[in-house]
Nanobody, 118 residues
Framework: VQLQESGPGLVKSSQTLSLTCTVS??????????WNWIRQPPGKGPEWIGY???????YYRPSLKSRTSISRDTSNSQFSLQLNSVTPEDTAVYYC???????????WGQGTQVTVSS
């Protein structure tokens, strides 16, 4: 399974960060697949943002829940992240990743840098 993030690399404060992950080599609706968004701010460790499961139900990091939406487009094998009301603290490398709960395997995209300007 391959994943590729896409979206703007620069977002202004108070605006919405939107990223898309395109999936190939696997079905976005396959059982036991969980499609994640993870970010890593500069100088910090990775931070899980949320996931959308094979059923289409999404779960979010509690601290980001009020600003986050994860959705999927099954016809295009894509899932997306929207993060509202961004601040410079949202600057990070954003990754999409698959967790296969059957094989206990993880697959990652290469990551995309998003900078929020003040």
């Amino acid at each position: 399974v391959q994943l590729q993030e896409s979206g703007p690399g620069l977002v202004k404060s108070s605006q919405t960060l939107s990223l898309t992950c395109t999936v190939s080599g696997g079905s976005i609706t396959a059982n036991n697949y969980y499609w994640n968004w993870i970010r890593q701010p500069p100088g910090k460790g990775p931070e899980w943002i949320g996931y959308i499961g094979y059923s289409g139900r999404a779960y979010y990091r509690p601290s980001l829940k009020s600003r986050t939406s994860i959705s999927r487009d099954t016809s295009n094998s894509q899932f997306s992240l929207q993060l509202n009301s961004v601040t410079p603290e949202d600057t990070a490398v954003y990754y999409c990743a698959l967790w296969d709960d059957y094989s206990k395997s993880a697959y990652w995209g290469q990551g995309t840098q998003v900078t929020v300007s003040s």
